[in-house]
């Protein structure tokens, strides 16, 4: 999810312990990565604010991590189930070929047929390769409302024009 030039990397989860430490469920690609960005935005009524964090470490299956200026329990409890924000300036440059998620939400899809699928409403990762939740168009000559659709570059997706907002795929529109 992508605001005005703010980006949605993580969320916070319930506390942990008394002193302050609350887990973080990450959503970037590595989940470490999360740990790199900051600072860390919270969105807040009539605006951001930025926090920085002191300390993380793994724990379990996940990891926690510390705020600065949260000492105990009950001021952790305020972040859980806030979602954690960075600024677009702190990701990385991406490769020739390569885009982050959020700039395919919106795109137009098209088959190689010239036939309109639809737009990009979101994606999902299964695991193996990421999925376009594609909203087709109100009136789908196959009866459709929703495709999705595997994002396997040369198989599948055989080009995005940003230029021209649009992701041309190899796919039936009957799927």
């Not at 390769?129 to 929703?146: C, H, T, Y």
């Amino acid at each position: 999810m992508s605001e005005s030039g703010y980006l949605e990397v993580g969320r916070f989860g319930s506390v942990y312990g008394v002193r302050g430490w609350i887990r973080i469920i990450s959503e970037t690609e590595n989940p470490e990565n999360i740990f790199t960005y900051s600072p860390w935005f919270l969105r807040k009524a009539g605006g951001w604010r930025s926090i920085q964090l002191s300390e993380w470490k793994r724990h379990n299956e996940g990891y926690i991590c510390k705020i600065e200026g949260i000492s105990d329990r009950e001021e952790a409890k305020l972040l859980t189930g806030q979602a954690v924000f960075v600024t677009d300036d702190v990701l990385p440059p991406l490769q020739e070929g390569e885009y982050y998620w959020r700039d395919l939400i919106g795109l137009s899809v098209v088959n190689t047929a010239g036939y309109a699928l639809g737009t990009v409403d979101d994606l999902m990762d299964t695991g193996s390769n990421s999925v376009l939740i594609v909203r087709a168009e109100e009136r789908d000559a196959f009866g459709k409302k929703e495709r999705l659709i595997p994002v396997i570059n040369g198989q599948f997706v055989k080009g995005v024009d940003f230029g021209a907002k649009v992701i041309t795929v190899d796919w039936d529109p009957d799927f």
